[in-house]
């Protein structure tokens, strides 16, 4: 009697153990939300990027004009100081080219171990038709390197952040849409800042899935996982364990999105957080856009709801980005129905 006692003891301890250290989701504090500007200088806003520069100190940019594609689209930028945000700046015009204007996509902020900030964006006609362009500042900011356009088939980050794989090694998300627009692939381009030279990098994807505008999460020294926008209603993940030389394992999560660009972050190997669409696509390319959340995973592969961003019966809230600055704070960045930039801060 006294050993079945005893053995009764020992399995409920074990059990209380193993209660107190399973995992739980974490709960989102003191959330604040305000436009970038209330009065925006462009009839149409789109494709946020975020980055901090020092303590309470961001940069965004986005690009603007009449709308998503017109030939006055450039790339704006403005400085959160921790209360407010700047004016706009429109850091980026459109390419005069051959007789031809071409619009801005997609800008990418980026701040390297070298304390190099990178502005990545896009320029083109149309996605199918656009290449990439960069352009570097040594002082926050303040002023920029003359832009560059990348190496023929160099794309650049395609809409998230990198990462930066080993000191001067940033490994970059990209993509390519066929001309038809029928063909979604991915890919990962590293850039070596001592060599200011590019590398593409394949990504196994045998179930022919068709994935664009993939974002990273770090999960140990070597392995990172690639979370990706899909035509199938589901967000599609690729694992790398080489710290991002090869890629494979791709594959659908239960994680439902409509067709829109997402963005995660790494809070710490086992915490995760994703800003996504989570609804089916609708008839339109924008349905589904109307509710916007935070998730959490401890895993990268399972994703409970956090809170909504945006949950209303219409209109688009998409594309978003998402950092955590040093004082552990979240801020996320996201499209308000084409017309504003809106920012969104909460503790975690």
């Known amino acids: 009697m006294n050993l079945k006692l005893k053995y009764f003891g020992i399995v409920l301890v074990l059990m209380c153990f193993s ?8 709960k989102a504090s003191n959330i604040t939300s305000a436009f970038i500007i209330n009065e925006p200088v462009t009839s149409s806003s789109h494709a946020a990027t975020l980055v901090e520069l020092n303590p309470n100190q961001l940069m965004a940019a986005w690009f603007g004009g009449k709308y998503e594609g017109a030939k006055d689209v450039g790339i704006y930028t403005a400085v959160y100081n921790g209360k407010t945000w700047s004016a706009p700046y429109n850091l980026i015009k459109p390419l005069i080219s051959q007789g031809d204007t071409l619009p801005c996509w997609n800008p990418v902020l980026f701040k390297s ?7 990545f964006y896009k320029v083109g006609k149309n996605p199918r038709e656009w290449f990439g362009a960069m352009t570097v500042s040594k002082d926050n900011g303040t002023t920029w390197s003359t832009p560059k356009y990348l190496p023929k088939g160099i794309l650049g ?47 196994e994807n045998n179930k022919g899935f068709d994935i664009i505008q993939p974002t990273f999460l770090v999960h140990s020294a070597n392995t990172i996982q690639m979370l990706s926008r899909s035509k199938h209603n589901k967000v599609i993940s690729s694992w790398s364990a080489d710290k991002g030389k090869k890629w494979n394992q791709t594959d659908s999560l239960n994680v439902v999105n409509s067709n829109s660009g997402i963005d995660a972050i790494t809070l710490s190997k086992k915490s995760f957080l994703l800003v996504n669409n989570p609804l089916p696509q609708g008839k339109d390319w924008f349905n589904g856009r109307n509710v916007l959340d935070v998730e959490h995973s401890h895993d990268g592969v399972h994703w409970k709801k956090l809170f909504d961003l945006e949950n209303q019966s219409e209109g688009e809230f998409s594309y978003p980005a998402i950092i955590q600055t040093l004082d552990g704070k979240i801020h996320v960045l996201y499209t308000y129905n084409r017309k504003y930039i809106k920012h969104v801060a909460f503790g975690i």
């Open 19 to 26: 209660c107190s250290t399973v995992s739980k989701k974490p």
């Open 113 to 119: 171990k070298s304390q190099r900030l990178y502005l």
């Open 157 to 203: 980050p395609i809409k998230n952040k990198p990462i930066e794989v080993t000191p001067g090694v940033i490994l970059c998300g990209s993509s390519t849409e066929s001309i038809d627009n029928k063909e979604w692939r991915v890919h990962v381009e590293t850039y070596t800042e001592a060599t200011d030279s590019w590398e593409k990098i394949a990504v």
